[in-house]
C-alpha cells in the first residue's frame, strides 16, 4: 500500500474500475494522492504488479463487514446427547425422545447413548436389547429425523447418532 510498493512500474486501476495502463509507481502514487485515495497492491505476483486506486480503510470496513455476515448467515449444528438404559420403561423411553423430537426440530444432531455393564452384558436378554432398543427409537423418529451412524457393536456404550430430516 501506498510507500510500501517497490516495483518500478505497476498496472493501474481506477477508483472506478477503469485500466489506466502500465505506468511508475511514482506516476501513480501521485494520481492516488491526487484523489485524496490509496494506491494498493491488489496482485504481486506477474510481470507487472496489480494495483488499485481506492479508499483502502473504506475497503478493509467493507471487508469485516462481509466477513461478519457470512459468520452470521452460518448455521452451526450442535451435537445432544441422550442417556437411556437398556432395560429402559417404554413411558420413561417417551419422556426421552420427546426431548429427543425436541432437539432435532431445533436443527441439532441426537446421539442416544446406551450405557451397557456388568450382568447386563453376559445376559442372553442383554445382547439383543440395545439393538432392539435402536429400533424403537428410529421407529418413534420416523421421518423426523435420519440415521447417521451407529456405534460398533463391541463397545461398552454403544450409540446411535440420528440428523434432522431436510
Known amino acids: ?69 457470512a459468520r452470521k448467515n452460518q448455521k452451526t449444528t450442535e451435537m445432544k446427547e441422550v442417556w437411556v438404559k437398556p432395560f429402559i420403561e417404554e413411558n420413561d423411553l417417551n419422556i426421552k425422545m420427546k426431548k429427543a423430537l425436541e432437539f432435532l426440530s431445533d436443527g441439532n444432531k441426537v446421539k442416544i447413548s446406551v450405557m451397557t455393564k456388568g450382568n447386563k452384558r453376559v445376559l442372553a436378554r442383554g445382547k439383543d436389547a440395545v439393538p432392539e432398543l435402536f429400533a424403537r427409537i428410529v421407529e418413534i423418529v420416523g421421518d423426523r429425523g435420519t440415521l447417521e451412524s451407529k456405534s460398533k457393536p463391541d463397545e461398552r456404550t454403544k450409540s446411535i447418532i440420528i440428523a434432522p430430516a431436510k
Not at 57 to 65: L, V
Open 1 to 69: 500500500m501506498n510507500n510500501k510498493i517497490f516495483a518500478k512500474s505497476v498496472q493501474v486501476i481506477s477508483s472506478t474500475g477503469q485500466n489506466l495502463g502500465v505506468m511508475p509507481t511514482a506516476q501513480a502514487l501521485q494520481l492516488a494522492m491526487d484523489d485524496g485515495l490509496d494506491l494498493v497492491e491488489m496482485n504481486a505476483n506477474g510481470p507487472v504488479p496489480i494495483t488499485k486506486i481506492m479508499d483502502y480503510g473504506k475497503f478493509k470496513y467493507e471487508q469485516k463487514k462481509r466477513a461478519s455476515e
